[in-house]
């Protein structure tokens, strides 16, 4: 039914789900202590809830063993999680969508990470949060892909470089 509204909301009427048809619902980086380093949430959610979904999901993922599978069931979404070095990137998706394309997801912003930072470790999203989400930004917009070109992306960060530059120079003087 995405895209379409239900016969109830043509009616005039609620839709019976609430939630948008975004294809990743959030994204979530932490570290294997279980340090929150990174969120995004494409769904509006209280911050309660958020917080709640976080510390469940970094416990669950945490305890698995690395040989199993990088995809589980939780609640009514599908957890698709990847670890990289000491960080672990962990994606919800609906139900229908599919998990190798988000484990692509996941790769390609670790690429686009890895060409910005040149080999990107946690002390890199720590010290340059800002920069981290707007690469993510750039790539992924309403948690759907925004753009699959990696030279686009970093072509797209590095004008907002170059534009940061010049205000700063400018309003030094």
Known sequence: DRGFPSTSAAAGQAPPHQRPAAAMQ????FSR?????LQKWYVPLSD???KKITRELVQTV????????SFLEWRDLKIVYKRYA???FCCAIEDQDNELIT???IHRYVELLDKYFGSVCELDIIFNFEKAYFILDE???GGEVQETSKKNVLKAIEQ???LQEVSLEFSRH
């Open 139 to 141: 790539f992924l917009l």
């Open 62 to 69: 945490l305890a698995r063993k690395p040989k199993m599978c």
């Open 33 to 37: 202590q279980g340090k929150l380093r």
């Open 86 to 88: 000491s960080l672990y």
């Open 160 to 162: 907002a470089d170059l």
């Open 26 to 29: 959030f994204m979530l980086l």
């Open 103 to 105: 484990l692509e997801i």
């Open 48 to 50: 309660k809830e958020k």
